[in-house]
């Protein structure tokens, strides 16, 4: 039997072909794999980072605003998973509900029962005693307070993501809406539990809202403070710690504000 050597040579050249053709392929193939995983990674680095600064400004809020307000000082903790073990879906879950799967501040919380209305709380204690008025005072400031330290958490997060991105940072690009971008949806839910016993008027507290919200907007805007959260959350991203309690914390936002100022305006200028 006699083989056509044209033929076959053809049939050689067609077999090499499709063997390059599929080599090609699959290192193609491999790279582009390389490349989403690497991607992939660093995409999930940045994540770790928002949720780093979003916790360090809910724990920049407790510590420094509360002391600002002179009020005082209250016991909280910093509770995260270690860094290294953070799942995509771990990330997923906080983007979409800022589930604490990753971290949370526990504690920290002024008022921890609210009243059904603080309107009647407040006539039932001072009809009976006008001393009671400077107690109603301080449960308000108290009230503010808790408040907007839930609003510094997404803010301080926002604000991040804009340095990063190299974007402003201002009340029209980041509003109340959109703090559900940045794991906000929680402490906004929150935040309104507090005002359902402030008012049952709903206008009255979509302003007390606004209000509060830009308090904690000028708060995270503030050099000082934001140079206090930047530092925190960096320590946080380092640390090989899974719980930070609130002396610690309190230790390096303290350091780092007094740190500013020195810098701002040095002994002997």
């Given amino acids: 039997m006699k083989i056509n050597i044209s033929t076959g040579h053809k049939t050689l050249n ?7 053709v599929h080599y090609k392929v699959m290192v193609v193939t491999m790279k582009r794999n390389k490349i989403i995983e690497i991607l992939s990674q660093d995409k999930l680095l940045e ?11 809910h724990a920049a809020g407790i510590h420094l605003n509360n002391k600002a307000r002179q009020l005082p000082p209250i016991f909280f903790k910093i509770m995260f998973k ?15 509900s800022h589930d604490d799967c990753i971290a949370r501040v526990e504690g920290g919380r002024l008022i921890e029962l609210l009243p059904p209305s603080i309107d009647s709380l407040v006539r039932e204690l001072t009809q009976h005693n006008d001393a009671m008025v400077q107690l109603i005072k301080d449960y308000m ?10 609003l510094i958490g997404p803010l301080a997060e926002a604000k991040y993501v804009a340095d990063t991105d190299n974007e402003p940072f201002n009340r029209q690009i980041v509003n109340l809406k959109a703090l559900k971008n940045y794991g ?26 606004d209000e509060l919200f ?8 503030t050099d000082a403070n934001w140079v206090a959260i930047t530092q925190l959350a960096d320590y946080i991203l380092d640390s090989s710690k899974n719980i930070l309690d609130c ?18 305006n040095p002994v002997g200028s």
């Fill in 14 to 20: 067609n077999i090499l072909i499709a063997l390059f």
């Fill in 47 to 57: 994540q770790k980072k928002r949720v780093a600064f979003h916790e360090a400004g």
């Fill in 82 to 96: 270690d860094m290294s073990e953070v799942t995509r879906t771990d990330v997923s879950a906080y983007q979409t």
């Fill in 141 to 150: 400031l108290a009230f503010e307070a808790d408040i907007v330290n839930l």
């Fill in 184 to 209: 906000g949806s929680s402490d906004l839910a929150l935040a309104n539990e507090y005002l359902q016993s402030f008012s049952a008027d709903q206008q009255q507290k979509d302003e007390k809202l």
């Fill in 214 to 221: 830009g308090l904690a907007f000028d708060f995270v805007n």
């Fill in 247 to 264: 002396e610690e914390v309190g230790s390096i936002l303290d350091q780092s504000v007094a740190d500013f100022q020195n810098r701002k």
